[in-house]
């Protein structure tokens, strides 16, 4: 099993920033990318980011890029992400999700854990 501990959510003004931080523990050998997804009231959850473990390689939604960074510490089996720029519409639960698998990083039905997520609220 794998556990997933978020953290650094809050309320922030409009083109304020913050850092998410989650924390992987228990069974983290062989996972092959980690995932931040968001869920607003009513909405679905959606992709946000996701960085794979080993390589690197970086992918964001259209609705974050050039405002959101993700990025991780293999050594301390963590990942985070930078929120800049923040707008109304970002405000939701942010979730990270680790997987064991290739396929569509985007897909959040092929995240195996999830965290308890945190939330991020934007005031205009």
């Known amino acids: 099993q794998v556990q997933l501990v978020e953290s650094g959510g809050g309320l922030v003004q409009a083109g304020g920033s913050l850092r998410l931080s989650c924390a992987a523990s228990g069974r983290t050998f062989g996972i092959y990318a980690m995932g931040w997804f968001r869920q607003a009231p009513g909405k679905e959850r959606e992709f946000v980011a996701a960085?794979?473990?080993?390589?690197?390689?970086?992918y964001y939604s259209d609705s974050v890029k050039g405002r959101f960074t993700i990025s991780r510490d293999n050594a301390k089996n963590t990942v985070y992400l930078q929120l800049n720029s923040l707008k109304p519409e970002d405000t939701a639960v942010y979730y990270c999700?680790?997987?064991?698998?290739?396929?569509?990083?985007?897909?959040?039905?092929?995240?195996?854990?999830w965290g308890q997520g945190t939330q991020v609220t934007v005031s205009s």
């Open positions: 999700a680790a997987r064991f698998s290739t396929g569509i990083i985007t897909n959040r039905n092929e995240y195996q854990h």
């Open positions: 960085i794979t473990w080993s390589g690197g390689g970086l």
